[in-house]
């Protein structure tokens, strides 16, 4: 089978329009894509194994099936943006061997801040932009900057580079593009980071990690579902196979640990989805059982679904001690709630005994850990969802009971205030105060009149008709008369209203609500 290497020049200085070439042999390409017409124009080029292939590159710089699709090319070749095929433009500069240097001594030293300054300055230092690719740091072994952080065991720069990839509306920003553009290119660097090996042993980054001894570098890892569980190096060697092999004394001590998450051992708990039937707490490697129990003649069977999973247990005999201390603790418990009894169990063991513990939740269609950040992050976009559902339906309601809305001929919702039409002698007396003249009635008749004045849609209109100078003077505690704006005590500040209450059941609280501190 040949080899074809098909060379694309976006844009041709002389003539203003996309071009390229094929050829057999990577040293006629090569001498192609260096001449100062093609490298002032941004060629570049690719190996393929069919001609048709290598031909559809050299004209569009993309082949059909490519993980980032063309863009359409506007047929009017006078066009400024007809030549460059719709590639996206970046505005951040190249970084120089130098700056990558300083990369890579920032990652070996565990230097955060450095890091974080470098890469927040200039996203390249890690993305190759050119060809979405992870960026090389060392180029004689061909290092990325996972590479290197997953070596040294630099916890930070693992969680930053997979973060950083993951961003899709970062990617969008960085490269100009749709958001819907962004996230192919983010799975594509994802996966490069994650399963490209080195140029020197051809290992991973979790072969890197495994040999060295770093436990939680190798747990974020394994957590990815698009990060290989079991690659091969030059040597044809998994990552479980060289694991704390090159590992420093204090990681030596992490072998057996690493070694449980290449083998996970877990202990389920099951659940029937009608909650018909009581939940079941399984042996490692067991399952629930198809039929109904005591009856393998009836037709109806239980459908079960994982409610809840603790683990990975390092052996087999602590995930099977854990399940029958499991099944033997808090009995009451288990009895009195039902519906969540054996969750609340579980979940204070794994705690006892420092395993991870994920558990089904009604905003999950899956288990979940709450003590991580996805877990959180699910949690926290839920309970933002029922908040403003639940807005919505208040000022639904709050147009509803608005009863001026219409204007009728005849408003039967208008209401006087009774003040208005009571004589002056009474306002003063509502307002505890006597009209020139007259003396205070301290009569039964006096009072219901004062009783049927107040009415608590006053328009001020009572305000107004008082004059504030009669109540300049009050009478304090010490029976000193004095001027209330002196005293400090008559004026507190009312305290502010506590935070709206957020509940999982759509506003009504729950056991389950509980659970979630717990």
Partial sequence: MSDYFGVFVPSSPKDNSAGGAVFTTLKEASEYANTPDAKSGGARFKRFTSLEEAKEFAECGCITGSPFPAASVPSDP????????NEPTIEFPSVSRIQQNRLKKAIETHDSDAFDEMVCSNPRYIINTSGDTPAIVVEGCRYNALHIAARVGNLHVVRYVIDAVRDIRALAKIYGTSEKDAKIRSEWLLDSYLNTPDKGALETPLHFASKFGHLEVVRVLLELDQCEKNPKNKNGELPVDICCSRASPENKNNRAAILALFSPVYVPLYRPEDNSSAAIICRPGHYPPKILPGDRTTPFTNSYILAAVAGPFMSQEEATSFHDEWIRAEREIRLSDPLKGNERIGRTLAHQCGVR???????????????????????????????????????????????????????????????????????????????????ADSSLGSFIDRMAALNLNSDGELDSSVDNSDFGDVRNESGEIGNASDDEDLYRTPPSSPPESVYLCEGIPSKEDNDLIL
């Fill in 357 to 439: 513990w994920m558990e089904r939740w009604r905003f999950s269609d899956d288990v979940v850990d709450l003590n991580s950040t996805g877990g959180l992050e699910k949690l926290n976009a839920y309970l933002v969802k029922n908040l403003l559902v639940s807005s919505r339906q208040d000022a639904s309601i709050c147009k509803k009971l608005v009863f001026d809305d219409e204007i009728d001929a005849v408003d039967e919702d208008h209401f006087e205030d009774s003040v208005e039409m009571l004589p002056s002698s009474t306002v003063c007396i509502n307002a505890g105060l006597t009209s020139p003249g007259s003396s």
């Fill in 78 to 85: 006078a066009s400024p943006t007809s030549p460059r095929c």
